[in-house]
């Protein structure tokens, strides 16, 4: 079956505007994370979605950044008034519900100039 | 929330064993620990997982030990396809998922 699928899977934009991230999750897996690498580093976690609820957003790095999950399938990931240092590669896993293991999808890479 | 540490780099020769290890302080009772393998420009991929004690798939090995505060990745007979970044992940506490450092292993002919 198809695996997580991500897009865009490039997004260069311009300092100050919005940026929408899109996941589409494994269909049945009932939990969704987003991550973020920066160059050279490793995985940030960021936010959990179990169904369409985050229970946590203290992931999130600042107020510019909001997640949203509708119908236990899509995930959006926005990111207002964007900043270079957010520039990175934002990824997204699925897992199913009962199982620990999440599967990856090729993540966005974000370059904000 | 727990830490993950694991060593930045490693070489290795082809056929050799190789093992990577994982510390992680504060893993949360339940929780399972799992290695994931990353190439340049793609998503991590799954390898194994395991609660305690040893696990062993047709890829690779996990040992943990009874304190369940590191855990070692055993990779058989390593190729240069190997080459990759490694990181292991535990959840920590609720509700947040904590990646190693990762260790980027560089396999040589």
């Known amino acids: 079956g198809a695996g997580v699928s991500q897009s865009p899977s490039n997004k260069v934009t311009e300092k100050g505007k919005d940026v929408e991230l899109r996941c589409d999750p494994i269909?049945?897996?009932?939990?969704l994370y987003w991550y973020r690498q920066s160059l050279g580093q490793g995985l940030e976690f960021l936010i959990y979605f179990q169904g369409n609820s985050a229970p946590d957003k203290s992931g999130l790095p600042s107020d510019r950044f909001s997640a949203e999950r509708t119908g236990g399938s899509v995930s959006t990931l926005t990111i207002q008034r964007t900043q270079q240092e957010d520039s990175a590669v934002y990824l997204c896993?699925?897992?199913?519900?009962?199982?620990?293991?999440?599967?990856f999808g090729p993540g966005t890479r974000l370059l904000v100039l | 929330l727990a830490k993950t540490t694991q060593p930045i780099s490693m070489d290795s020769y082809e056929g050799q064993e190789v093992n990577i290890t994982c510390s992680h302080n504060?893993?949360?009772?339940?929780?399972?620990i799992t290695w994931y393998q990353q190439f340049p420009s793609q998503g991590p991929r799954f390898i194994i997982q395991?609660?305690?004690t040893k696990v062993t798939n047709e890829v690779a090995s996990l040992f943990i030990p009874a304190d369940r505060k590191s855990s070692t990745l055993s990779l058989p007979r390593v190729s240069l396809s190997d080459t990759a970044v490694y990181y292991c992940l535990v959840a920590s506490g609720t509700y947040k998922y904590i990646f190693g450092t990762g260790t980027r292993l560089k396999v040589l002919a």
């Open positions: 269909s049945g897996h009932t939990a």
């Open positions: 504060n893993i949360a009772t339940n929780d399972y």
């Open positions: 896993a699925s897992r199913y519900m009962g199982q620990e293991t999440q599967y």
């Open positions: 395991g609660y305690k």
